[in-house]
């Protein structure tokens, strides 16, 4: 009995600590969400979406990639606060790393299907974190219990992009995350998220050619993904270049599992902080466990529990921030060039559907 009594309150505590993030909460939206005489439950209309795009589109298998990654760089540029979603001459979309992101047309779908089922309840942070789970699930990822109750923010600025560069260092990465809260551990457990999704060449080649400029490639490198790199991505090629999967598991680059950090033990990351990560003392052992060792069982539970606490970081809630009509702009723009006197002031145009943001080629979705 005593046993049994503490295994409860060892899940209980376990519970707590990854279903307590400031104020978010799980069931945030239950009876909130009423449109006429009927109550709309938030979460299944969000899965209903992403379901759909997730079969109907030829690149649908790829949401999770897309989605995991927009939810990053939200999360990590002024908090989860759906910034990345808006539109803006010199908005966070702009930023380069945020190019070559995608899933904005999920993310909008589902605002819509809310918005006609009961106008201003969901913010467009809420649905990201949701959706994202939803793509998780479809790709074949454990579920978990997001929370919700995050208000959408004001702002949304390139120059706040300062989101960690391929070639950081793993002891520089650890500090970038812990500014936000989340330890190595947790760090690891989502760079994991790189078991889905692509990177291109250009951002490879430097460990092809001339791994920290001297000429040579990446001796950590292991030598038949080096033949096959190099093959796909040529030294001549100046270009973006080719899309290399960051999972090279066959057949694993749409499924959400410890094949990533299986690859970098085996010396087959593709990026250079990916390899790092399972190089650097600071952290090898963490990727070792979550490859095959004690902990490779528990990757997909933890993966979850990671994701719920990165969905924390820097989040508003209460009376902060508002909840968007449209994803793409804030509910009461500010005119662009506030004039003292004279003419009407230039306004920002009116909401509408995303535009993809110009510069690398779209990558779908
Ligand atoms: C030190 C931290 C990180 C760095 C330096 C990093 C860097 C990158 C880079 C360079 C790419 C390829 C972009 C391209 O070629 O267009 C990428 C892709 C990706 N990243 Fe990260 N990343 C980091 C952490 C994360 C985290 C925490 C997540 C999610 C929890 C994440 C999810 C993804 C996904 C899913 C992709 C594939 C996207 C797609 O296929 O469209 N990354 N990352």
Redesign the pocket.
Known sequence: MKGLGGAVLVFLLLNLTITCHGQLRSGFYLGKCKGGNQYFNVEALIRGVVQEEFSKLPNGP?M???L??L??HDC?VTGCDASLLLDGPSSEKTAF?NL???GYDVIDKAKAALEKACPGVVSCSDIIAVATRDAVVLSKGLSYRVQTGRRDGFDSKKDNVN????F?SVKD?IA??AAKGLNKKE?VL??A??T?????C??IRNRLYNFRNNGTRDPTMDPTLFQFLSKKCPKSDTTLGG?IA?DQTPNSINVVDNGFLKQVKARKGI?E?DQGLGLDPLTAEIVRSYADGPLSQKFRYDFGA??IK?GGVGVLTGKNGEIRRTCNAVNNPKPLQPKPAGPTPVQPKPAGPTPKPAG?PS?GL
């Not at 889905?196 to 291109?200: D, F, L, R």
């Open positions: 790829t999770a990639a897309a995991l990654r939810q990053f990590f790393p070559s992101v995608r989101l960690p560069s391929p950081i990465s970038a995350f760090m989502l760079l998220a790189h889905v999704g692509i990177t291109h250009a951002l899309e960051l990026l902080i990671a994701m990165l690398l990558l």
